[in-house]
């Protein structure tokens, strides 16, 4: 299993940054794709930002030029970047690792999507 945790949250004025990070550990595999998603009260689960393995990256059209999100693969790490934050980016902010993974000596694989336990973002005007 894959273990994915998420820092970096906090509370912060209009205006303000702040960096996210989320390690995934355990086993691995090939990391197909990274993701932030944050999720408000009322409100449904939303993407944020992805970055795909080969490095193509895509965002929310209420982050971008806003949100950077990057990849470490050596410590197996993603961040997120967020500048100009607004009391609108209030949320729960999840990391979402999707993997794949060989499983037997055939070369059977596995796709699996695995999830953070979120990290609060607050801003405040």
């Known amino acids: 299993q894959v273990q994915v945790a998420e820092s970096g949250g906090g509370r912060i004025q209009s205006g303000g940054s702040l960096r996210l990070s989320c390690v995934a550990s355990g086993r691995i595999g090939e990391i197909t794709t990274r993701g932030w998603y944050r999720q408000s009260p009322g409100k449904q689960r939303e993407m944020v930002a992805l970055i795909q393995s080969g490095g193509a990256k895509n965002y929310a059209d209420s982050v971008k030029g806003r949100f950077t999100i990057a990849q470490d693969g050596s410590k197996n790490t993603a961040t997120l970047q967020m500048n100009n934050l607004r009391p609108e980016d209030t949320a729960i902010y999840y990391c979402?690792?999707?993997?794949?993974?060989?499983?037997?000596?055939?070369?059977?694989?596995?796709?699996?999507?695995?999830w953070g336990q979120g990290t609060q973002v607050t801003v405040f005007s």
């Open positions: 979402h690792v999707h993997t794949v993974f060989v499983i037997n000596v055939e070369g059977a694989k596995v796709e699996r999507d695995h």
